[in-house]
């Protein structure tokens, strides 16, 4: 079965960047035809999804995000990961990692892990 877990700090200061890893098992990462995606939840706000990453290294962002978000992987590790700079508190949220096939809703996802934006 596949699983995914997110790593990174839980803390980041206000203008730098956030950087998580999501660590993929039991599925590789550039198989057909995946797509590896990020999302946060902020307190009290609903789950928002900020791009992904395809089996190819294809990457789409969110329209909102995209300025400043930037989605990576290693496919030696079995792993991708997301950057997003330029942080302010508005940014702490729950971070999840997750995956989708093709022409389907997300189906794996990580536990999740919080991140604070604060000085």
């Known amino acids: 079965q596949v699983q995914l877990q997110e790593s990174g700090p839980g803390l980041v200061k206000p203008s730098q960047t956030l950087s998580l890893t999501c660590t993929v098992s039991g599925g590789s990462i550039t198989t057909n035809y995946y797509y590896w995606g990020w999302f946060r939840q902020p307190p009290g706000k609903g789950l928002e999804w900020m791009g992904a990453?395809?089996?190819?290294?294809?990457?789409y962002y969110s329209p909102s995000l995209k300025s400043r978000t930037s989605i990576s992987r290693d496919t030696s590790t079995n792993q991708f990961t997301l950057q997003l700079s330029s942080v302010t508190p508005e940014d702490t949220a729950v971070y999840y990692c997750?995956?989708?096939?093709?022409?389907?809703?997300?189906?794996?996802w990580g536990q999740g892990t919080q991140v604070t934006v604060s000085s």
């Open positions: 990453i395809a089996y190819s290294g294809s990457t």
């Open positions: 997750a995956r989708r096939p093709n022409m389907w809703a997300y189906d794996y």
